[in-house]
Nanobody
Framework: QVQLVESGGGLVQPGGSLKLSCAAS????????LSWYRQAPGKERELVAS???????YYADSVKGRFTISRDNGENWVSLQMNSLKSEDTAVYYC?????????WGQGTQVTVSS
């Protein structure tokens, strides 16, 4: 079992940056994949980025080159650095993972990109 708590969301102007963090309640050393998802109003939740325990990463095409996912297995967190933000990045962002075939989500953090 693991609890995930996101932080770092907020209001930012187009072109700005935000860094989201997700703190885990237990060691993430043995957790294979940690991911960030987002859900915009009226849309389905979508995968934004993932990172394996070995540091391999995946990014959705819509964020490639602008977002960077990283993890610290010693401090038990995963982060998402978001640069060059666009209005279409507005969504609730969730940290998620699967442990022993059970999916876990954080409570989400709102990111609003608007002038």
């Amino acid at each position: 079992q693991v609890q995930l708590v996101e932080s770092g969301g907020g209001l930012v102007q187009p072109g700005g940056s935000l860094k989201l963090s997700c703190a885990a309640s237990r060691s993430i050393f043995s957790i294979g994949v940690l991911s960030w998802y987002r859900q915009a109003p009226g849309k389905e939740r979508e995968l934004v980025a993932s990172i394996t325990s070995g540091g391999n990463t995946y990014y959705a095409d819509s964020v490639k080159g602008r977002f960077t996912i990283s993890r610290d297995n010693g401090e038990n967190w995963v982060s998402l650095q978001m640069n060059s933000l666009k209005s279409e990045d507005t969504a609730v962002y969730y940290c998620g993972t699967i442990v022993a075939s059970i999916r876990y989500w954080g409570q989400g953090t709102q990111v609003t990109v608007s002038s």
